[in-house]
Each structure stands twice: as C-alpha cells, then as structure tokens.
C-alpha cells in the first residue's frame, strides 16, 4: 500500500523558515519523481517544486525560486521542502506527490500518488 505522509507545517511569522518532509511508504522510492503542491483557500492546487528520481534535476514555480529548495534522500524514502523568507502568500496546505508515469512532471494529473497534506501558515 502506498503511502505518503507529510510533516513538517505550522505557524511562522514573515520572514520565517519551515522544513517540510514527506515521508514514503512507496515500495522503490527512487523509481518515483517526487513533486510539492500548495492549496490555498477558496484557490486550485498549485505546483510549487519538484524534483527528478535521482535529486539532480529540480525546478520550482516562480514564486519560490531562490526562498525554497526541494531535496529528497532515497535512502531514507524521503523528500523535503526548505522553506525560507516566508510570506504570508506562502499561506496553504502543501502535499506532496510521487510520479511513477512521468520522469519529471508539473502537471497534478501527471502525479499518481498524494500525501494527506500539511497547513503551512505564515502570518504578518
């Protein structure tokens, strides 16, 4: 059974850090991209960052290039999301998401498998 369980959320104030991590029970972790995706209220899910199955490759949305980095330890079945200078546009639930049909995705349909999600709260 797959399974992806985020942590890592909570509030910060403007300016603040949070680490997210997403921890997989996924059978071969490194056969998987992995991806990160935010929601906020009453807003669609957005891509935020991802990376490829080896950690080499990663991208990220405009709006976090240069405050977060995406990495992922395979020998722990795990990603993280480094979050820093925090806004409070940052404000959201954040998932993760695992890709065994693509090798480095953006799109949410391109995603096969989603964590429960984690509040990210940064107030100002």
């Known amino acids: 059974q797959v399974q992806l369980v985020e942590s890592g959320g909570g509030l910060v104030q403007t300016g603040g850090s949070l680490r997210l991590s997403c921890a997989a029970s996924?059978?071969?972790?490194?056969?998987?991209?992995m991806g990160w995706f935010r929601q906020a209220p009453g807003k669609e899910r957005e891509f935020v960052a991802r990376?490829?199955?080896?950690?080499?490759?990663?991208s990220y949305t405009d709006s976090a290039r240069g405050r977060f980095t995406i990495s992922r330890d395979n020998a722990k079945n795990t990603m993280y999301l480094q979050m820093n200078s925090l806004k409070p546009e940052d404000t959201a639930v954040y998932y993760c998401?695992?890709?065994?049909?693509?090798?480095?995705?953006?799109?949410?349909?391109?995603?096969?498998?989603w964590g429960q999600g984690t509040q990210v709260t940064v107030s100002s």
């Open positions: 998401a695992a890709s065994i049909q693509s090798p480095f995705p953006v799109r949410p349909s391109s995603y096969d498998y």
């Open positions: 996924i059978g071969t972790f490194s056969n998987y991209a």
């Open positions: 990376i490829d199955w080896s950690g080499s490759i990663t």
